[in-house]
């Protein structure tokens, strides 16, 4: 699938932008609902801790798992392997951004 994945990019520049695209806005329209998801649950206090605490090892597990695949699919003949990284990076802040979604409607509805 990466190498799949690899070619296309490698084929033309428009490729090329189209996962720098794609990868921009999930980075940043996860990071952005986690600031807004964040700002609504209010002041720090013993229930948002915690809650916190879930999103953030939710992050960090999806962020080993990543990792892990990242090392062990991506060759290091890989031309673009920075843009993967990055991708799955915004693949971990998206899987936070769904986790704090849920778990505000979960305690604050």
């Known amino acids: 699938m990466i190498d799949l994945l690899n070619k296309w990019m490698l084929e033309s520049t428009q490729n090329f932008n189209i996962i720098v695209g794609i990868t921009a806005i999930l980075l940043l329209g996860s990071i952005i609902v986690l600031f807004i998801f964040s700002k609504k649950m209010g ?3 013993e229930r948002t801790n915690a809650i916190y605490l879930k999103i ?3 992050m960090f597990t999806t962020q080993i798992i990543m990792n892990a695949i ?3 699919l991506v060759d290091h003949n890989t031309e673009y392997f920075r843009q993967f990284f990055l991708l799955f990076q915004g693949i971990v802040f998206l899987i936070g951004a769904i986790y704090t979604v849920g778990q505000y409607r ?3 509805k």
Do not use: L, T
């Open 70 to 72: 990242f090392i062990s």
């Open 106 to 108: 979960k305690e604050f």
């Open 43 to 45: 002041q720090p206090d």
């Open 56 to 58: 953030i090892s939710c």
